[in-house]
């Protein structure tokens, strides 16, 4: 059972939007901490793809933004690309635990 | 080129030890705090440990303390991690991140070297 919660799955076909939700408590997202986001694609190493709630590294095309209200966060992809089919984790501070904390991952397929 | 790159994984019985390295390269190590996170077969990921420029603070995920120690040697811009009275639940792939800001994003990562746990 992770400390911030991601559905399991979300799908989409080429061109559309999807939205992934991370809700956390009191002790992490709803204190305050700051939200981040990294994709996985299969049999690779996980990539930080949003930073600071809604912030984009260099080179993550701006079809990928973040947002955080309350306890939760989002992450939404628009103008899907068969490129984006992987896992995506949201990760968080939780002051109870002391220490950083995942979402359990939720796997985007494109149609 | 930025890159972090781990060995030392394998395969281990329970209760034996295994030291994991990671190497970096094309950025200043010393300056940065540094994690490992694990991911289980077809699981998530999992934050195990952090630790400070210095070495003088280190944080670890309830599950590993006081099996679990993270070290660094900036004369080698090397960061480890010496895992004793392994289980079979340690059993995943063992990435090592750099983590800027303490407790906040984890922006660079190395491939990840895994690790088994098995009689």
């Known amino acids: 059972q992770s400390v911030l919660t991601q559905p399991p799955s979300v799908s989409g076909a080429p061109g559309q939007r999807v939205t992934i939700s991370c809700t956390g408590s009191?002790?992490?997202?709803?204190?305050?901490?700051?939200v981040h986001w990294y994709q996985q694609p299969p049999g690779t190493a996980p990539k930080l793809l949003i930073y600071?709630?809604?912030n984009r590294p260099s080179g993550v095309p701006d079809r990928f933004s973040g947002s955080k209200s309350g306890t939760s966060a989002s992450l939404a992809i628009t103008g899907l690309q068969a490129e984006d089919e992987a896992d995506y984790y949201c990760?968080?501070?939780?002051?109870?635990?002391?220490?950083?904390?995942f979402g359990g991952g939720t796997k985007l397929t494109v149609l | 080129e930025v890159q972090l790159v781990e060995s030392g994984g394998g395969l281990v019985q329970p209760g034996g030890s295994l030291r994991l390295s990671c190497a970096a390269s094309?950025?200043?190590?010393?300056?940065?705090?540094m994690s490992w996170v694990r991911q289980a077969p077809g699981k998530g990921l999992e934050w195990v440990a952090n630790?400070?420029?210095?070495?003088?603070?280190?944080y670890y995920v309830d599950s590993v303390k006081g099996r679990f120690t993270i070290s660094r040697d900036n004369a080698k811009n090397s960061l480890y991690l010496q895992m004793n009275s392994l289980r079979a639940e340690d059993t995943a792939v063992y990435y090592c991140?750099?983590?800027?800001?303490?407790?906040?994003?984890?922006?660079?990562w190395g491939k990840g070297t895994t690790v088994t746990v098995s009689s």
């Open positions: 991140a750099r983590d800027p800001l303490r407790f906040y994003y984890m922006d660079v």
């Open positions: 009191s002790s992490n997202i709803g204190a305050g901490y700051d």
């Open positions: 094309g950025f200043t190590f010393s300056s940065n705090w």
């Open positions: 600071g709630n809604s």
């Open positions: 990760q968080s501070y939780d002051s109870s635990l002391s220490g950083s904390v």
């Open positions: 630790i400070k420029q210095d070495g003088s603070e280190k």
